[in-house]
């Protein structure tokens, strides 16, 4: 009896249609991944080749997935209680070890990388098991199933970290198509079956807040590589044009995701009655390519800062473009999603950067940046206008 009073005031008391802020912990708990993403986007820009693009995938690929496993669970859970606070800050802990093991990663510190990581899935979703009221029985057996999962990838990714070479790739690989595949089978489980994502009680509205947050970390990072990079150069005019397209870049992209669509995607989220399956598709897999986006970009603004002129070689071009491209093909699937509009501004603007791709390599980066740039605000100024001509026409 006093187990399930204690599991109960771990729980969020949840009302029809209430939004629960985020709390100050889960602010505090992100910082840690304001340091990974930095680490992940110095890794891509110490190694832009083919092998140094795979590795900095599956490092972020794990990133992006153990802080958005986390915000599920303190979408459940409520981080104002202490023990749920005290949960916080170990994985603030492990969560430093993983982000210093970064750049290391797939050299001196992958065990160290993998058992962060390990440690963190694992034992977070072991905690959520004990924290559950026995008469949430259904959302209860989803966490079980969710924990099979995990402990079958964490195998994968201790395996990995003590294999040396390529085959730390191979097990890392392993571990997040295990880790990845599970969701999108609904975790079916041997003897459990699959679970039903209506049973996923999930509140909407933080969850967008939440992922929405994310997307903020991931420009004040570009904003600190930047200005990092801006402050070590002489201010010559190339530099300070470089700086200005990595400002107007940065700003489009601030106005694309949250001018109409974080806003419209949590009232949204909210009123839905598929609220599980809409926070499976949209936040936690339509975001990936989002935040991706900005790291790339981010990377691409330091080189062109560096190395204004001359001819592009292909890794610049490829991030430079790559950048938003990525961006803007997250943005479109994730308001196609969430409100069922494909943004004709967004179709125009990857075609125009995969046709400025293409002739990349005879331009500047300089030049490039000011293009992707320019490309970025014409995306976010035709959306605006042609929501404010919808909206004009509903009141009519």
């Given amino acids: 009896m006093t187990d399930d009073i204690v599991r109960e005031t771990l729980m969020r008391v949840r009302r029809p249609h209430e939004h629960h802020r985020v709390t100050y912990v889960e602010l505090f708990f992100d910082l840690v991944f304001v340091y990974a993403v930095t680490q992940i986007s110095h890794l891509l820009l110490a190694d832009l080749s083919a092998i140094g693009l795979l590795h900095t995938t599956v490092l972020f690929l794990a990133v992006w997935w153990v802080w958005i496993f986390t915000s599920w669970i303190t979408n459940w859970l409520d981080p104002d209680r202490l023990p749920v606070r005290a949960l916080l800050f170990a994985l603030m802990l492990a969560g430093l070890v993983l982000s210093t093991s970064i750049p290391k990663a797939f050299d001196s510190r992958g065990l160290a990388f993998a058992v962060a990581y390990a440690l963190m899935q694992v034992g977070r979703t072991a905690f959520t098991l004990f924290a559950i009221p026995?008469?949430?029985?259904?959302?209860?057996?989803?966490?079980?199933?969710?924990l099979f999962y995990l402990v079958l990838s964490a195998c994968c990714w201790v395996g990995g970290g003590i294999a040396q070479g390529e085959a730390r790739l191979i097990w890392w690989m392993a571990a997040l198509l295990i880790e990845y595949v599970g969701p999108s089978t609904s975790f079916w489980t041997p003897g459990l079956g699959a679970s039903d994502v209506r049973d996923w009680t999930v509140e909407g509205g933080h969850m967008a807040e939440?992922?929405?947050?994310?997307?903020?970390?991931?420009?004040?990072?570009?904003?600190?590589?930047?200005?990092t990079a801006f402050a070590g150069l002489s201010w010559t005019p190339d530099n300070i044009a470089a700086f200005a397209c990595s400002f107007v870049g940065g700003l489009a992209m601030w106005w694309i995701y949250f001018h109409k669509g974080a806003e419209a995607g949590a009232d949204n989220i909210s009123r839905a009655s598929d609220a599980g399956g809409l926070a499976r598709l949209a936040y936690t897999y339509l975001h990936m390519p989002i935040v991706a986006g900005i790291i790339v970009c981010a990377v691409?603004?330091?080189?062109?800062?560096?190395?204004?002129t001359g001819r592009s070689a292909l890794g610049t071009v490829l991030v430079l473009v790559g950048g938003p491209l990525l961006f803007l093909v997250g943005t479109i699937l994730?308001?196609?999603?969430?409100?069922g509009l494909l943004q004709l501004s967004?179709?125009?603007?990857?075609?125009a950067l995969l046709v400025l791709g293409a002739l990349g390599s005879y331009l500047s980066p300089l030049a490039l940046s000011a293009a992707t740039a320019t490309l970025l605000i014409v995306v976010g100024v035709w959306e605006a206008i042609s929501i404010g001509d919808r909206l004009t026409l509903q009141r009519r």
């Fill in 346 to 351: 967004h179709l125009f603007g990857i075609a």
């Fill in 334 to 339: 994730f308001k196609r999603t969430i409100h």
């Fill in 300 to 308: 691409g603004d330091e080189l062109a800062l560096h190395h204004p």
């Fill in 210 to 227: 939440r992922c929405a947050l994310f997307i903020l970390i991931a420009l004040g990072e570009s904003i600190v590589v930047t200005g």
């Fill in 134 to 146: 026995r008469d949430q029985r259904r959302l209860w057996v989803n966490f079980v199933r969710i």
